[in-house]
């Protein structure tokens, strides 16, 4: 099993970290500005990139930590545990982000690797300026 772990420090308080990653409007605004669902344990939210893309069961979702189960989407997503663990310190975030439990590192891997950098950078630009560059605006890295 692979894992893919990116650590960011925020240069703004955990609350609005938080608001960024565990609520509808706030991952709209980094990631992908197609999100359907509700960040409630127990329910799925649903992310287009543009027509498909991942199902994640909100497992927990606390003031400190985030995690969901990939349910639905690209096949080596799937069963994936994403999380996102934040700590803050001198009104500044830190935040240590993982999707666990790859099969293998593939290609596919190694891309998504790479995007959610890309992401955790937006969710950066997102926290700190208010304009994150979520998909469709994000960087690409293919042709």
């Given at each position: 099993m692979s894992d893919i772990v990116h650590k960011i420090k925020i240069n703004t308080p955990m609350e609005k970290v938080f608001d960024a990653v565990a609520t509808?409007?706030?991952?709209?605004?980094?990631?992908?500005?197609?999100?359907?669902?509700?960040?409630?344990?127990?329910?799925?939210?649903?992310?287009?990139?543009?027509?498909?893309?991942?199902?994640?069961?909100?497992?927990?979702?606390?003031p400190e930590f985030i995690k969901w189960k990939c349910v639905e989407g690209p096949e080596e997503w799937k069963g994936t545990i994403t999380t996102f663990d934040l700590e803050e310190a001198d009104g500044k975030t830190e935040v240590l982000f993982a999707q666990s439990g790859w099969a293998e590192e593939s290609d596919f891997f190694a891309h998504c690797n790479t995007k959610w950098a890309v992401f955790m950078l937006s969710l950066k630009e997102y926290c700190e300026t208010g304009k994150g560059k979520a998909f469709p605006n994000d960087i690409s890295i293919d042709d």
């Open positions: 509808t409007d706030g991952l709209k605004g980094w990631w992908t500005e197609n999100v359907v669902g509700e960040s409630l344990e127990g329910e799925t939210l649903t992310f287009k990139f543009p027509e498909s893309g991942p199902g994640m069961e909100v497992l927990e979702v606390t």
